[in-house]
């Protein structure tokens, strides 16, 4: 089993930067492939960002470039760099966690946070 608690999340003007942490119980958690969505207003949730546990990372194209996710393993934590935010980037942020390869599809994910709200004014 493993839980998950998002945090990091808030208020922050266009092209400004949050770094959000997820913070993972679990002695497995480095095997764990780990991932971030996103649900904005009015939206179906979307893949973010992922990294599984060789270190490969993997981003959507709107996040390319802008977003990072890393992972601690000691301290059982993957975080989400994000720089240049724009206000598309309003949404509520979730990790996820799946034993297993990489895969994009939010169904395939067994763990996931609570969620941390990020908003991007204009």
């Known amino acids: 089993q493993v839980q998950l608690v998002d945090s990091g999340g808030g208020l922050v003007q266009a092209g400004g930067s949050l770094r959000l942490s997820c913070a993972a119980s679990g002695r497995t958690f480095s095997t764990y492939t780990m991932a971030w969505f996103r649900q904005g207003p009015g939206k179906e949730r979307e893949f973010v960002a992922a990294?599984?546990?060789?270190?490969?990372?993997y981003y959507a194209d709107s996040v390319q470039g802008r977003f990072i996710i890393s992972r601690d393993n000691a301290k059982n934590t993957v975080y989400l760099q994000m720089n240049s935010l724009k206000p598309e980037d309003t949404a509520r942020y979730y990790c996820?966690?799946?034993?297993?390869?990489?895969?994009?599809?939010?169904?395939?994910?067994?763990?996931w946070g609570q969620g941390t709200q990020v908003t991007v004014s204009s």
């Open positions: 996820a966690a799946r034993m297993g390869p990489y895969i994009p599809t939010m169904s395939m994910y067994n763990y």
């Open positions: 990294r599984n546990w060789g270190g490969s990372t």
